[in-house]
């Protein structure tokens, strides 16, 4: 699937939806309408849900993804802080009519930061059981 010019498998546009739903779940003007979610995404977060995720802003979505996207293709390593400053720049770069409070962002960050650290330290004990 393709978001833009962004290509996304099904399960990272479920994962995506997901980390959005929370995100709008904490802070409310994110949130978006059930019927603007496409049936599939709408039908995964009520099963998911255990009463602590909204459905998502198309623009949420969009930038969740595309903050998804940065960290995954970025080739240096980023500091929490700097990618909140990055992201933060986001809404305007790719044209999204989108107010992230600094709050929302940091809680982007540390779901994105946890999920990268936790794949460096898997990274390690593989490397450190064959070596």
């Keep these: 699937m393709v978001e833009g010019n962004i290509t996304v ?6 994962a995506m939806s997901y980390i959005a739903g929370y ?3 904490k802070h409310n003007e994110l949130a978006g ?3 603007s979610n496409t049936p599939d ?5 009520e099963e998911i849900s255990r009463g602590g995720l909204s459905y998502p802003s198309d623009k ?3 930038l969740t993804s595309l903050a998804y996207h940065f960290m995954k293709q970025s080739k240096e390593p ?7 400053k990055v992201l933060a720049d986001f809404p305007q770069m790719f044209q999204l009519d989108i107010a992230v409070s600094q709050q929302a962002l940091q809680r982007l960050v540390n779901i994105f930061m946890k999920r990268y650290c936790t ?3 898997k990274m390690r004990t593989v490397l450190l059981s064959v070596g």
């Design 9 to 14: 498998s099904f399960d990272e546009k479920l």
């Design 23 to 25: 995100i709008a779940f």
């Design 33 to 35: 309408n059930p019927s």
């Design 41 to 45: 995404i709408r039908i995964y977060l």
């Design 60 to 62: 949420l979505f969009t």
């Design 78 to 84: 980023l500091c929490r802080n700097r990618l909140i």
């Design 119 to 121: 794949n460096l330290m």
